[in-house]
C-alpha cells in the first residue's frame, strides 16, 4: 500500500527512534561479513586505534620512579606509553580503535556486535596489561610507584569502557546517539595524531612537528562538524545531540589542557589537593578565554552549516533526477 501524504515527515520526527539497521546498518549489496570477519574488524580497528604508537617504536617514555638509571633508548618495548605526561594520548589510542570498529560496523555488520566487540576489546586489554606489567616489573620501590601505576591503570580501564562505549553508540545507535560517539572520538583525534608526529620516539623531525600540531587542533572541530553535517538537524533528538557535540568542543579541550598540565606536573604529583587546584584554575582561564574557545566552535559550525548545505543540494538532485526524463518525454509528445 502506497504511503499517505505526509508520512515522510512523521518519519523524520520519529526516526531517531527507528533501530539503526532501517537507516544505515544494511551492509552493501554483496558484502557478508563471516564470523571470523567480524572478530578480524574489531582487531584491526584495535590496531589501527594504536597505530601512532606502533609507528613510532613502542618505547616506554623515561619514567621519574624507575629502579635503575636507564637511557631513553633502552626502555622497554610496550604498547601503550604509560607516563603521567601522556594520560590524554593513552585514552586516544583506545578510543579511536573503538570509533573505528563501530564506524566500519554500522555499515557491514548489522548483527553480531559482540565478535567485533571482542576483537577490539581483546587487542586493547591485552595492551594494558602488557604495557602494566612491563611498567610494574621496571619501577622501584620508591614511594608513589604502586598509586602510580595504579592511577594509570585505572585510566587506562576507562578509556576502554569509553572505546567500547563508542563502539556501541557509533555502530547501533539511531543518528543522533552515533553523533555523541563520532564527537567523543573526534575531540581525541588531535591527541591521537600528537602521537605519531610528536611523541617521544617520533620519527618527524621537531621543526616539522610543531608545525602540524599546529594544524591538528582543527581536526575535532571539522570532524564534529562534519558529523552534525551527517547527522542532520530534523530531530529534537539530533538537535540536542548537535548542541552537546559544540558543548563538548567548548569544555573538553580546556579540560584535557588541564587534565594534562596538572597530572603532568612532577612538584605537584605528591600534592592532590594542590594538583586538583591547579588544573581547575587551568580549566577556567581556558575554557573563558575567547581566543581559545571562539575559533574551533566557528569552525565546527562552518563546517557544518556546508555539510548540511552538501547534503540537502545532493538530496534535492536525487529527487529531481528520476523527474527530469519524464518530463522531457511529456514535452516531446506534447510537440
Known amino acids: 500500500m502506497p504511503p499517505q501524504h505526509g508520512s515522510g515527515n512523521v518519519t523524520a520526527m520519529i526516526d531517531d527512534h527507528v533501530p539503526p539497521a532501517a537507516e544505515s546498518t544494511v551492509p552493501r549489496q554483496g558484502v557478508t561479513v563471516s564470523p571470523l570477519g567480524r572478530y578480524a574488524i574489531g582487531v584491526a580497528a584495535a590496531v589501527v586505534g594504536l597505530l601512532p604508537w606502533l609507528l613510532t617504536g613502542m618505547r616506554l617514555p623515561l619514567q621519574n620512579l624507575w629502579a635503575q638509571p636507564t637511557s631513553p ?8 606509553p604509560f607516563n603521567q605526561s601522556f594520560v590524554v ?9 573503538g570509533a573505528g570498529a563501530g564506524a566500519v560496523a554500522r555499515r557491514y555488520v548489522p548483527t553480531g556486535l559482540g565478535a567485533v566487540a571482542v576483537g577490539l576489546l581483546g587487542v586493547q586489554a591485552f595492551a594494558v596489561v602488557q604495557t602494566a606489567v612491563t ?58 595524531l600528537h602521537v605519531l608526529v610528536a611523541g617521544p620516539s617520533s620519527p618527524v623531525p621537531p621543526g616539522v612537528a610543531m608545525a602540524v600540531v599546529g594544524y591538528t587542533r582543527w581536526l575535532g572541530p571539522v ?29 573538553v579541550p580546556p579540560f584535557v589542557t588541564a587534565t594534562a598540565a596538572a597530572v603532568g ?25 575567547p581566543a581559545l574557545v571562539v575559533p574551533p566552535l566557528a569552525v565546527a559550525v562552518v563546517a557544518a552549516v556546508l555539510g548540511l548545505l552538501l547534503v540537502a543540494v545532493r538530496r534535492r538532485a536525487a529527487v529531481a533526477g528520476p523527474q527530469a526524463p519524464a518530463g522531457v518525454g511529456r514535452g516531446a509528445e506534447e510537440a
Open 135 to 192: 611498567v610494574g616489573s621496571g619501577l622501584g620501590a620508591r614511594p608513589g610507584a604502586t598509586p602510580y601505576l595504579a592511577g594509570l591503570v585505572a585510566l587506562s580501564v576507562l578509556a576502554l569502557a569509553i572505546s567500547a562505549g563508542v563502539m556501541v553508540l557509533l555502530a547501533r545507535a539511531p543518528r543522533a546517539g552515533a553523533l555523541v560517539g563520532a564527537a567523543i572520538a573526534a575531540l581525541l583525534l588531535a591527541s591521537w
Open 89 to 97: 594520548e593513552i585514552a586516544a589510542l583506545l578510543v579511536v580503535g
Open 223 to 251: 570532524a564534529i562538524g562534519a558529523a552534525i553535517a551527517w547527522c542532520g538537524l530534523r530531530t529534537t533528538g539530533r538537535v540536542a545531540a548537535a548542541v552537546g557535540a559544540l558543548v563538548g568542543l567548548w569544555l
Open 265 to 289: 606536573s612532577r612538584v605537584l604529583a605528591r600534592d592532590p589537593a594542590a594538583m586538583a587546584e591547579y588544573g581547575a584554575g587551568v580549566f577556567r582561564m581556558a575554557a573563558t578565554m
Open 73 to 80: 633508548e633502552d626502555m622497554p618495548l610496550v604498547l601503550l
